[in-house]
Structure formats: C-alpha cells, structure tokens
C-alpha cells in the first residue's frame, strides 16, 4: 500500500463521519482500492444507504482539497454472491476495492466471495464466455453501422469490442482493473499485437488531447445540458489522468484515454441520437480536432483489422484459462 493510500483513506473517513445520512457500507475504487495512489489520484466512493433521501446519484466534491466522486445507491443495490456466480466479468470491481464501512462484515463476505471465484477455474471460463458475446455483439454493430454508412459508430463498435477483449487480457494475465494499464499490458506482453492496433487504430501521439476534451465538455455544457458527466471537476480529474500517464512518457495512452472520455460523454448526453448524427451536430473546427485524438470514421478494412485484433486476444485469453484450468 503506497503512503498516498494510507493519506486518502484517512481523508475519505473523514468526509464519511460527516456525511449527513445513515450510511450502512461504504467502499473505495480506483487507485485507493487497489493501493496504488499517487499525487494524481482523486477519490472514488460508493456508499450504500437505507433511507431514499439521495438526490442525487453521482456527485463530485472537494473536500479538504481533494476531489471526491462520490456514487450513493441504496442497499439493495449491494452486490450478491448471485450477481457474482451469474456474471463474474461485471463483477470484478469487486476486487479491486477498499472497504471503509461495512455493517456486520456483509461486504467483506461479498468481496471474498468474488475473490475465490473470480480466480477459480469456472469463474475464468464464465468471464471468457461472457466478454466474448460482448465482443461479437459489437463487432455485428460495427459491420451493420458499415452498410448503414454509419463509420462513426462502426469505429466506436469495432474499438469498443477490441478494448473488451484487452481488458480481460488485462484481467487474466496482470490480475488488474486498472483503465491505465491496458496498452501497457498489451504493448509489454503482445507487442506485435501493440504495433498492429496502433498501425490501424485513429489515435495520435499527442498530449493535446486533454485541452480538446475541455473544449468538447465546454461545449457540450453549453448546448446538451447540465448532466453530471459535464461537471468542471471532470475537467481536472481528465488533466490528473494525463499527467500522470506524461510522466510514464506515455502520449498514446494519454490520446486512449481521452477518446474514451469523449465516447462516454457522447453516452451522458446524446438521449439516443446515434453517434454519426451527434457528431455532425459538433462545430467543424471542434469535430477536426477530436478527429486526432480517434473520433474518426472506419471504413471496411479498419473494422475488419480490429475484429482480427480482438479474435486474436480472446484465443490468447482461451489459452491461458485452459491452461489454469
């Protein structure tokens, strides 16, 4: 556990004694779940209350200068050994948390239990079965958004399916949840795979790629409304991820990063518009910049590369679980 965990836990205790509802369990994701925090890191907190008086599901804060995200559910929403056993692969945050309040070792019992089967046998086979109808389901979306000549959405589909697969990649052979560890995953244990996706995917070297993410939020504020999603605060939290991944000297995992920050904006904010249609709303100069940081139209040859790509991590994926199995 790095010192900057032991300095947030203690800071996220806090903000939890004075929070003004009954709070039955309360958990830490990220960096200070997983014990890794750095000078970049924010806080992220789900609580579980019995009470409805919440508001508000997702709110961000500032507390004794830290950011905080704070998710608030109600207990029922507690996760269950069935939830676990019927889908491991939604299940794995399960892992990667600290818990800070936990009302007669419920969801300590939850998490050793997502522990012991997310690395047993079966649990690995239920996770490869389950990304891999993940993956196959995007990859039928992004060849028909082709023959509706719909490249946006073929490009978010095609991308979305191979960051699936490299995410439980990522799971099975590094043991992590981490976002900021798939491509170094990929890049130090597949590095021809590496090369392949960046020869054909749309993302540039570039640290600029935050500032366009601002301007996109900025945007969006203006005109999409007030979601969540377009809180100054995520302003911030987007410049903590590209510095931290700067001084890694890593500018394709910034780009990564931040496409991935403008895709879920797209999600918080379109109400259902396909993507193609949302981005031929954006102003033409705020559409070329996303353009360099992977906001970009596939065509057949691109879609087909990553649906060869993604196949590629998912056999690879197959090997090591029949292996462990």
């Known amino acids: ?171 099975v052979t590094w043991q992590s949840c981490a976002t900021q560890h798939v491509l170094p995953c990929i890049r130090t244990e597949l590095n021809a795979h590496y090369t392949s996706l960046i020869e054909n995917s749309p993302f540039q070297r570039s640290y600029d790629s935050v500032s366009i993410v601002k301007k996109y939020r900025a945007f969006l504020r203006k005109y999409k409304g007030d979601a969540h999603s377009l809180a100054p605060l995520h302003d911030e939290l987007c410049e903590r991820k590209a510095q931290r991944l700067q001084e890694q000297q890593d500018p394709v995992n910034v780009t990564w990063h931040m496409y991935g920050e403008v895709i879920w904006l797209y999600f918080e904010t379109s109400k259902g518009i396909q993507l193609d249609s949302f981005v031929g709303e954006l102003p033409l100069e705020l559409k070329h910049d996303l353009a360099t940081i992977g906001l970009t139209p596939f065509r057949e040859k691109q879609v087909e590369t990553l649906g060869q790509l993604t196949e590629q991590l998912i056999k690879k994926v197959h090997i090591i679980v029949n292996r462990t199995s």
């Open 1 to 171: 556990m790095s010192g900057k965990t032991g300095v947030l836990r203690q800071t996220a205790l806090r903000f939890l004694e004075k929070w003004p509802h009954s709070i039955s369990y309360a958990t830490a994701g990220g960096s200070l779940g997983r014990g890794d925090a750095d000078a970049f890191s924010d806080i992220d907190i789900t609580i579980y209350c019995e009470d409805n008086l919440l508001e508000e599901t997702h709110v961000n804060k500032v507390y004794e200068d830290e950011i905080i995200q704070l998710t608030c559910l109600h207990t029922r929403d507690l996760p269950s050994e069935h939830d676990i056993y019927r889908s491991p692969w939604h299940a794995r945050f399960l892992t990667e948390i600290l818990i800070l309040k936990d009302t007669e070792e419920r969801f300590s019992h939850i998490k050793q239990v997502a522990l012991d089967h997310l690395t047993s046998a079966n649990g690995l086979i239920t996770m490869t079965q389950e990304v891999t109808a993940i993956v196959n389901q995007r990859m039928v979306a992004a060849r028909q958004a082709l023959k509706r000549g719909m490249g946006y959405s073929a490009a978010m589909s095609a991308l979305g399916a191979w960051a699936e697969a490299a995410f439980l990649y990522l799971y």
